[in-house]
């Protein structure tokens, strides 16, 4: 495949602004609308917003692939080369990249579940919580690419990404995961420091103010935890699906449908994410996979290795996590002194 840009970012930033607007309407119809009051968002209306956001997410990733289909033989960039195969590329890389994304990001949920817990934040407050931290995710997602794909083109950052991948796959097969302790994180605790924080939760405020002084609320603690988790996990996602392609449009629409999502998957997953229990050792294959990728079967490949085959071993690993959570029965806990 070529090495040119198909997307250049001097002539497609009218796209970068589209799609930005369509997103930030988008959002401001989910709280503006359909959440302007607090609610415990249900099974079914996480459903029917999955299956909003999905279909958004694979419409556009087929309308991607008609425009590349139209628009490449146009460009004198890409004179003489394989138009057709080019656009097949575009579409594949997408699908592939929401498909790492929607992946990875289930480990999110698996911290959601525990921090909402931690600071017993009701069900109604939930979706609130979750869509600004996933506005902030958006955000820093925007940061991270941008310095991802200005590092890309070093080829010793590849081997970097690379290696770190493999390792935090390795990492999430064989090293016991540790207790989450918001407390003990240093940015909640400078928080605490410079802002008093109230007992109890205030309603649906992050903030108030008390006899003058300015107040934190419970909520405003529990979204900060979530965003520095958040930064956590784009640490692993954004080298993921630079593995899977060079081309930063590709990278920022995949991931920010993967992220748009996730608030309606975790209300609709929440309750039976324990039941899930082999997940983690697919994602980390799948980490293991996609670094191998970067720093080995790429190059073995001629340059690139064959995107179908790795929408295929992804899905496939992801899927037999699945079934095998399901299929094979958690062995019970011996009890003490037994």
């Known amino acids: 495949m070529t090495s040119v840009t198909l997307f250049p970012f001097a002539d497609y930033w009218w796209f970068y602004g589209l799609f930005t607007l369509f997103v ?111 506005l902030g995710a958006l955000i820093f997602r925007v940061i991270f690419i941008t310095l991802g794909a200005v590092l890309m083109q070093f080829h010793w950052v590849i081997w970097l990404f690379g290696a770190f991948l493999i390792l935090t796959g390795f990492k999430l097969l064989f090293v016991p995961e540790k207790p989450i302790e918001p407390e003990k994180n240093p940015v909640i605790r400078l928080l605490r420091k410079v802002l008093p924080v109230t007992p109890q939760l205030e309603g649906q405020k992050f903030l108030l103010r008390k006899n003058g002084v300015l107040h934190a609320t419970p909520l405003l603690v529990c979204l900060v935890f979530v965003e520095l988790t958040d930064i956590v996990f784009a640490v692993d996602s954004v080298p993921a699906i630079f593995a899977l392609t060079k081309e930063p449009l590709i990278v920022f629409t995949s991931n920010v449908f993967a992220i748009l999502g996730l608030r309606a998957m975790f209300f609709m997953l929440a309750g039976v994410m324990h039941k899930f229990r082999l997940l983690k050792y697919g994602l980390g294959l799948v980490l293991v996979f996609v670094g191998l990728k970067m720093v080995w079967l790429n190059e073995a490949f001629g340059g690139k290795f064959p995107i179908t085959w790795s929408l295929g071993i992804i899905g496939g690993i992801i899927a037999a996590s699945v079934v095998l959570s399901l299929a094979i029965p958690a062995r019970p806990s011996t009890p003490r002194g037994a």
């Open 24 to 134: 930030l309407g988008m959002l401001a119809l989910d709280l503006g609308v359909f959440h302007r009051d607090a609610h415990e968002v249900k099974f079914k209306e996480a459903l029917a917003w999955s299956t909003v956001w999905i279909t958004l997410a694979l419409a556009f990733g087929y309308g991607l692939y008609t425009y590349a289909l139209h628009q490449f033989p146009l460009d004198p960039r890409l004179v003489g080369l394989d138009h057709a195969a080019l656009a097949k590329q575009t579409g594949l890389e997408y699908l592939t990249g929401f498909v790492v994304e929607k992946s990875l990001s289930v480990d999110n949920i698996f911290v959601f579940v525990v921090v909402f817990s931690y600071f017993a934040i009701p069900a109604k407050y939930q979706h609130r919580v979750l869509f600004y931290g996933i």
